[in-house]
């Protein structure tokens, strides 16, 4: 599962286009977990037809196309097809079917934009089908996990699979070097002394190997903010002032975008990592030591040569560890026709087996208890990736329904430090004061 989140032009789309659907969504109607909405279409015999989504290629070994022919097949009044969306137009078309009335009756959404949809109300919520399903239980889940899903006491999202940010390094990078492995007892600063060792010049002192790289994506930055004893908001993401702009996090700000600064700079700048194909394309090439990411790169590194390595993400400096989980939950449109089919789709593509399936190819972990501890008793080379969900904290885009403010104003000032257009002090002050505007609005 790659994680996804909308652009700023995403965040407008969806505001504006999505209020009409706003209007009268959560309504189950004829077609609810009471009646109605049969599979037989209210006794005629038509089968009904569902569509789902996900990002990502239709590629011959797709799981998610082999769950819908399992489905059909053991499901003879209900036929569902598999419509996955390429490349990075995944929110955007996702947005504009929603709009327009053609969205797929089950849509695969990221955690960061859980409480985007549910804001809108095009998310149906699924307590009533699940209390009156008693074949359907929820424990069976990683109960962080399903409670992600919750939203002002209701649940919308039955969990798809998820990956926790790890440290990822290059093990041919570090035997050049003659540098150790990175090991549980490492912190930020012994991370960032051996990002310094491995990083290499050529003759005419250009930089040709990075040994670290400070992303601009938020979830490696906010995992450094809290390593440092900082956040961009409050608990209930309510406030930015004194949180976003404090002290400590324009000061632990200064020491993160400094990594990608200067003669001495350890990382690319994000111009830098998009010319040389990204940070995995990088890692893949021994151009980039290290990197703090989820599992869904061990695909790619698997398919490469590159001898690589996963270790806990190093302490902070209080001692303290902490990650994100980044996961997927699925999601039921609550315009849909057929809703109680669309809910019996979503019980499948959730189940054990589906679970089953996706881990097994190793890029992503089971959402369910069981396969998960399966997975733990046999798992070595990716150990330390499992182990990083006992340190997961939940970010403001997971605590709060002004999320996406919190995320467009703060990647905003992060961009602008990052092309020097802005000192940290000034953008984040400008950010935090922009933040309160709009939730006060």
């Known amino acids: 599962m790659k994680k996804w989140s909308a652009s700023v032009a995403f965040v407008l789309l969806f505001s504006v286009i999505l209020s009409a659907c706003s209007s009268g969504s959560g309504s189950k109607g004829n077609d609810s977990a009471q009646g109605g909405g049969s599979s037989d279409g209210g006794g005629s015999g038509k089968v009904v037809e569902l569509k789902f989504t996900t990002w990502g290629e239709l590629s011959a070994d797709s799981v998610e196309k082999k769950l819908a022919d399992e ?10 097809t598999f419509e996955p969306v390429p490349g990075d137009g995944y929110a955007t078309k996702l947005t504009t079917s929603l709009a327009a009335g053609q969205a797929p009756d089950v849509f695969l959404i990221g955690e960061g ?21 008693s074949s359907f239980k929820t424990d069976m889940f990683q109960q962080d996990l ?46 960032i002394s051996a990002a310094k060792k491995l990083t290499q010049k050529d003759g005419s002192g250009k930089i040709k190997e990075f040994g670290f790289n400070a992303t601009k994506w938020e979830y490696p ?6 390593l440092n004893g900082t956040d961009i908001g409050n608990e209930d993401g309510t406030k ?19 990594l990608a600064q200067g003669d001495d700079r350890v990382s690319p700048t994000p111009q830098d990592t998009e010319t040389l194909g990204g940070d995995s394309s990088m890692f893949m090439t021994d151009k980039l030591a290290m990197m703090i990411t989820g599992r869904w790169v061990k695909g790619d590194l698997d398919k490469s040569d590159v001898q690589y390595g996963s270790a806990l993400i190093p302490k902070g400096v209080s001692g303290e560890r902490a990650s994100i989980i980044a996961a997927a939950g699925w999601a039921m449109n609550a315009n849909g026709k057929h809703k109680k089919e669309a809910y019996e789709l979503m019980k499948w593509l959730s189940g054990t087996e589906a ?35 006992d340190y997961a904290k939940k970010p ?14 703060f990647n905003k000032a992060v961009e602008k430090v990052l092309l020097n257009k802005s000192t940290v002090k000034d953008a984040l002050d400008e ?3 922009n933040v309160d505007s709009k939730i006060a609005k």
Do not use: C
Not at 71 to 80: D, E, L, M, Q, Y
Not at 113 to 133: M, T
């Open 146 to 191: 399903l409670n992600m899903g919750k939203i002002g006491g209701k649940l919308y999202y039955l969990p798809k699979d998820f990956n926790p940010l790890a440290l990822w390094y290059n093990k041919r990078m570090f035997d050049a070097a003659k540098i150790p492995y990175p090991t549980d007892d490492w912190t930020w600063d012994d991370m």
């Open 113 to 133: 934009d859980y409480f985007k949809y549910v804001d809108k109300g095009v998310v149906e919520p699924l307590d009533e089908y699940i209390s009156q399903d």
């Open 240 to 258: 930015a002032e004194g949180f976003m702009n404090s002290e400590k996090t324009v000061a632990a700000m200064e020491k993160y975008v400094a």
């Open 221 to 226: 930055i906010y995992i450094y903010l809290w």
């Open 355 to 389: 679970q089953k399936a996706r881990s097994e190819k190793g890029q992503v972990l089971p959402a369910t208890v069981a396969e998960l501890d399966q997975v733990k008793s046999t798992e070595v080379v990716d150990k330390p990736v499992i182990e990083m969900m």
């Open 396 to 409: 403001i885009s997971m605590r709060s329904a002004n999320a996406p403010t919190f995320t467009e104003e």
């Open 431 to 433: 950010a935090a004061k």
């Open 71 to 80: 489905f059909n097949a053991s499901h003879p009044g209900i036929k569902v």
